[in-house]
């Protein structure tokens, strides 16, 4: 599903890209809002200042539990970053690997997952040549947002309603199909290959990737909360 240069038009791109700023950049403001508090500069009302300097000097500072948090990206983002760069077969040459958006979001948050994912996709890009450069923006755009922030908010709602468990499996099962999806229109768009092709081809053998995706996505939900229970952590 990552899509490499030369398979999509330049306006695409380009747009794909603007699409991907405006993913990431909400995302990092969230989670900058999560993970620090305002704090006026130090003792300004026992230096006797007034108001107005007040509000000209508050600042935001990493609280310990934004500091608990980025700890656990860090941790996430290493884990999905080992976990894509194994495939598994699924028929007649074709094989897939993990997107990990549902697990980043269930453990991190959909905004917080959506970096870990985008850095990740960043990280393969720029090293692994793993999707290309100018493709950055469509390849974030439908694995950071489709498949993280839409997918996450598919288990939000269906957790309501059905066990967690299997919120997380439908999901993660879902991810996928909506991102190839995303990907096929972006190819279908750009003239690479026609809807009635692409669409069917992609979206077919996705949906039954998003079933090995599942049943990942859920082992590793569980093994890491265990983990983090076990090291005394909600």
């Keep these: 599903m990552h899509i490499p240069d030369g398979f999509l038009d330049p306006k695409i791109s380009i747009g794909m890209t603007g699409a991907a700023v405006v993913v990431f950049g909400y995302s990092l403001m969230r989670v900058r809002e999560a993970v620090t508090a305002l704090r006026p500069a130090e003792v300004l009302a026992a230096a006797g200042r007034g108001a107005g300097n007040v509000a000209g000097s508050v600042g935001r500072v990493l609280t310990g539990d934004g500091e608990r948090a980025i700890y656990k990206m860090g941790m996430v983002a290493a884990l999905v970053f080992a976990a894509q760069m194994f495939n598994f077969p699924i028929s007649q ?86 991102a190839a999806f995303a990907c096929a229109l972006e190819l279908g768009f750009s003239g690479t290959i026609p809807f009635n092709q692409v669409i069917p081809a992609m979206v077919n053998v996705h949906v039954v990737i998003g079933v090995a995706e599942a049943l990942i996505t859920l082992a590793l939900v569980n093994t890491f909360r265990t983990m983090l229970k076990g090291e005394g952590q909600p």
């Design 93 to 178: 040459g074709t094989s897939g690997h993990l997107i990990g958006g549902v697990f980043s979001a269930v453990i991190l948050g959909p905004f917080a997952g959506t970096i870990v994912i985008s850095v990740v996709l960043a990280v393969q890009s720029l090293f692994f040549a793993d999707g290309g450069l100018l493709a950055m923006g469509a390849n974030i755009v439908n694995m950071a947002f489709f498949g993280t922030i839409a997918a996450y908010y598919i288990y939000y709602f269906l957790k309501k309603l059905i066990p967690e468990w299997m919120a997380i499996w439908a999901a993660a099962w879902a991810a996928v199909p909506l």
